[in-house]
């Protein structure tokens, strides 16, 4: 039922803030995150429509999984500023219908994966419906800036509403849990509004499984981490470092990790979240500064699949797409045939480069 709405205190590692939760019509939820409670009433809102379908495949000679989801050819594409879908309420129909807000999280209104997927008319070779949820995280009402530019307060906001869809989610089931974002139009970004997305997987990705055995079994990054004398940081803040790993496969590729072992965000204290905080914020920057313009990049947050712990390290994963000024890193053949990455900048020169800013 819309219009079902309400703001919940709730108690964050770093700081206390609220949730207001409201119900759209068409059964998708919008979580309006602040550290003040929310307040207005709801307009027109945009809706999702009904034929959505999706379905997973799975490749039985890698082990990998692959979401197939037409009705996504229809999803929005580099809209005017005028007609921007994350902007609060005031101008054209968007999905959030207040005319102001901090921080949003609402389901994605063309997913890849759905609560309840319909079965339908799947097909042979499907393993079944794309059961899960794909979130949209709009980081600010402003229709631009990036996470240097929010502010500190913003990205602690948002490290306490990911830390609440990570809690919820996992509550719900999932197997593994990606917030991330995509950053620039080089890298397919087709709606400019800072935002991020959250994918909720019914099962654990390949590389995420690999990761997680790796770590069942011993490995420990936060020892490998300590041994490498401080050659391959960037920064560092609360107990948690940046740092280019020696195994990077980008150029300038940036993890940002807790130096102690955690499994995700949800365990680390508020200091480590105030600095993780910053950390978000000054990687971006410093990567930035390096060519001179904004860089196009993937981020995403790796914690442990389910939220369990066995030993997992979480991190956070920048995977810049430039190895020089105006110059892409291309994924061809023999990355993309044989996942063996040709790099052109070797880490420890990015992290002296990073450091520099």
Partial sequence: ????????????????????D???????????????????????????????????????????????????????????????????AGGAVTEIPFSDFELAIFDNR?????????????TGWAEGPATGRCEVVVYTSAAEGSLHTIGQDRRVLLLEALIDRYQALHDDGAAYVMPFENRGEQVGVTLPHPHGQIYSFPFVPAPQA?????FAAGYDLTADHAGWG????VTSAGGVAAFCPPFARFPYETWIMPTR?????????????EALATLLGDVPRRMDALFGAPMPYMMSFQAAPGGESAGFQFTVQFYPILRDAGRLKYLASVEQFTGVFTVDVVPEAAAERLRAP
């Fill in 110 to 122: 063309f997913p890849s994966l759905k609560p309840g997927a319909p079965a339908g008319a799947l």
């Fill in 261 to 273: 072992r955690c499994p995700g965000p949800w365990a680390m204290t508020g200091e480590e979240i």
């Fill in 210 to 214: 690999a990761a997680a055995k790796a």
């Fill in 1 to 20: 039922m819309t219009g079902d709405i309400f703001n919940t205190p709730l108690e964050g590692r770093a700081r206390g803030f609220y949730r207001r």
């Fill in 22 to 88: 409201h119900a759209k019509a068409d059964g998708r939820a919008l979580r309006i995150y602040g550290y003040a409670p929310h307040l207005g009433l709801p307009g027109e809102e945009l809706l999702a429509s009904a034929s959505d379908q999706s379905e997973v495949r799975r490749d039985p000679m890698r082990g990998t999984y692959s979401l197939y989801a037409p009705h996504r050819q229809t999803r929005t594409f580099n809209p005017s500023a005028a007609a921007d879908p994350l902007a609060p």
């Fill in 230 to 233: 401080g050659r391959f940081d």
